[in-house]
């Protein structure tokens, strides 16, 4: 899934083979870095269009890479004055949004699930069938 002898490093021979990798380095990463090597992808993805330049682009990169990558593309996004990042002052109050609103997602899930088991458990099914 990833390159050769590189535990990190992306493998960009084909889209199907970068998901994996990145897939397999994210679970890998320390919760700290994980958010943000995800959101950096996704941007390196919405930035770099066509595939032929963003397999190029990712190929053979560490996290840390592709992070900087990310903090390039916010930059550059912010200076512009795309409204999605100008309510940011820098990179980390971004992450730190984006973490706090996937946080607030979980817990909601987390509830509802929660909910359903505790319905479950009250609930009585009675069989009508005669003896």
Same mark, same amino acid.
């Given at each position: #899934?990833?390159?050769?002898?590189?535990?990190?490093?992306? =493998? +960009?021979?084909?889209?199907?083979?970068?998901?994996?990798?990145?897939?397999?380095?994210?679970?890998?990463?320390?919760?700290?870095?994980?958010?943000?090597?995800? *959101?950096?992808?996704? #941007?390196?993805?919405?930035?770099?269009? =066509? =595939?032929?330049?963003?397999?190029?682009?990712?190929?053979?990169?560490?996290? +840390?890479?592709?992070?900087? #990558?990310?903090?390039? *593309?916010?930059?550059?996004?912010?200076?512009?004055?795309?409204?999605?990042?100008?309510?940011?002052?820098?990179?980390?109050?971004?992450?730190?949004?984006?973490?706090?609103?996937?946080?607030?997602?979980?817990?909601? *899930?987390?509830?509802?699930?929660?909910?359903?088991? =505790?319905?479950?458990?009250?609930? *009585?099914?009675?069989? #009508?069938?005669?003896?």
């Amino acid at each position: #899934m990833i390159s050769c002898g590189s535990g990190t490093k992306i =493998n +960009a021979r084909s889209l199907k083979t970068v998901n994996k990798s990145v897939s397999f380095i994210k679970e890998r990463l320390p919760e700290a870095e994980r958010l943000q090597f995800e *959101i950096a992808f996704w #941007m390196v993805r919405d930035d770099i269009r =066509n =595939n032929d330049e963003f397999l190029k682009a990712v190929d053979d990169k560490k996290p +840390a890479d592709l992070i900087a #990558m990310g903090k390039d *593309i916010f930059t550059k996004r912010k200076a512009a004055g795309d409204q999605e990042y100008a309510k940011y002052e820098n990179w980390e109050q971004m992450i730190a949004g984006w973490y706090q609103q996937r946080q607030t997602e979980m817990a909601k *899930i987390k509830e509802r699930t929660d909910k359903r088991e =505790n319905d479950k458990v009250r609930r *009585i099914d009675y069989n #009508m069938h005669s003896l």
